[in-house]
C-alpha cells in the first residue's frame, strides 16, 4: 500500500503528463482485452480438436479436455481418403512455386518501374495497377475457358501460372526500390556493373524488409486460396487444404467438427511458421514504401 501511494503521489492526474500516463494505461489494457478475446478462437478450435464430438458444444466450455481424444489427429492425416497429408503436400508446393515466382517477376518488374528511364513508364505502371481493381469473380469464366483450351484444366498449372504475377507485389517492392538511393546505382553503373547486375547485387539485398513481406503475403494468400480450387479442380487427389477442409462430413451429412478442427490446427501451423520467420522484416517492409510516392 505505501508503494502505491508513493506511485500515485508521483503521477499528477491533474497535469497534462498524468493525463497521458492515465491514458495510455487505459489504452494498454483495452488493447490486452481486445487482443486475449482473438485470441479466444484459437484456445476454442484447439480445444475442440481434443475432445469428443459430443462435447463440442458443451456449455460452459470445457476448454482443457478431461481426455484429450490425441487420435482425432492421427484420423485426419491417416484415416481419409485420400489423406490429409495429400492436401498438405499439394498446398506447399503450389504456395512454394508462387511465392517464388511471384517474388522474381515482382522484383524484376518493380525495379523496372521504380529505376529505370523509358517512355511511358508511369504510364504503363498505372496501367499495371488499375488490374487491381478487376475483381476475381469477373476472371472465373475467362480463364476457366482458357485453362481448359491450353489444357491445364483440373492441373495444378491452373493455380500456379496465374499467380506468378501480382500487380501488389510489384507496387509493394517498387516503392521500397525508391527509398533506396540512386547513388548507389549510379557508382555501381560507374564501376562497370550492368544493370543487372546493380538489380542483383546492389538493390535487391537492401530490399529484405519488403521481400520478405511480399513473401509471408503471398504465402498466405495462395494457402487459403479457396475459390480457385473449388472452380479449377475436381480430382480429389489435387485438393488443397481448404478444399480438404470441406472432406469430413459423415455419410449422414452430419459434420465432424473435431476433425475439422484438428485439420484447421494443423492447417494454421505453416502460416504461422512463416509468420514467425519473417516477422523480424514484416512490419518495417510494410512500412517503408509507404512515405515514398
Not at 2 to 10: P, V
Not at 50 to 68: A, C, H, N, S, T
Not at 108 to 132: E, H, I, P
Request: charged share 15%; glycine share 6%.
Amino acid at each position: 500500500m505505501k508503494l502505491l501511494r508513493n506511485f500515485s503521489a508521483r503521477l499528477p492526474f491533474g497535469s497534462n503528463a498524468g493525463r497521458k500516463v492515465a491514458f495510455k494505461s487505459l489504452g494498454t489494457v483495452i488493447m490486452a482485452v481486445l487482443g486475449l478475446a482473438m485470441l479466444v478462437p484459437f484456445f476454442w478450435m484447439i480445444s475442440t480438436s481434443l475432445k469428443i464430438q459430443g462435447d463440442v458444444y458443451k456449455f460452459p466450455v470445457e476448454w482443457f479436455p478431461k481426455l484429450p481424444q490425441f487420435g482425432n489427429y492421427k484420423t485426419v492425416w491417416l484415416d481419409q481418403d485420400p489423406p490429409f497429408f495429400i492436401y498438405y503436400w499439394n498446398s506447399i508446393k503450389i504456395a512454394v512455386i508462387c511465392v517464388i515466382g511471384d517474388l522474381i517477376t515482382s522484383s524484376l518488374a518493380a525495379y523496372a518501374f521504380a529505376r529505370l528511364q523509358f517512355k511511358g513508364r508511369d504510364q504503363l505502371f498505372l496501367l499495371y495497377l488499375v488490374t487491381m481493381m478487376i475483381p476475381f469473380q469477373v476472371l472465373m469464366v475467362p480463364q476457366f475457358m482458357l485453362f481448359r483450351w491450353m489444357g491445364i484444366y483440373n492441373t495444378h498449372w491452373a493455380l500456379i501460372l496465374p499467380r506468378l504475377f501480382t500487380p501488389l507485389g510489384t507496387f509493394l517492392l517498387r516503392q521500397y526500390f525508391l527509398t533506396v538511393p540512386f547513388e548507389l546505382s549510379e557508382a555501381a553503373r560507374v564501376d562497370g556493373a550492368s544493370e543487372f547486375r546493380t538489380f542483383w547485387q546492389i538493390v535487391l539485398p537492401l530490399a529484405k524488409p519488403a521481400l520478405a513481406s511480399l513473401a509471408i503475403l503471398s504465402f498466405v494468400w495462395r494457402w487459403n486460396d479457396y475459390e480457385g480450387p473449388l472452380i479449377f479442380l475436381t480430382n480429389r487427389q489435387l485438393y488443397t487444404v481448404p478444399l480438404g477442409l470441406t472432406n469430413f462430413i459423415d455419410e449422414a451429412g452430419n459434420q465432424q467438427d473435431t476433425l475439422i478442427m484438428a485439420a484447421s490446427v494443423s492447417a494454421f501451423l505453416p502460416i504461422l511458421i512463416v509468420f514467425l520467420l519473417g516477422q523480424k522484416y514484416f512490419i518495417e517492409g510494410i512500412t517503408a514504401g509507404s512515405v515514398k510516392g
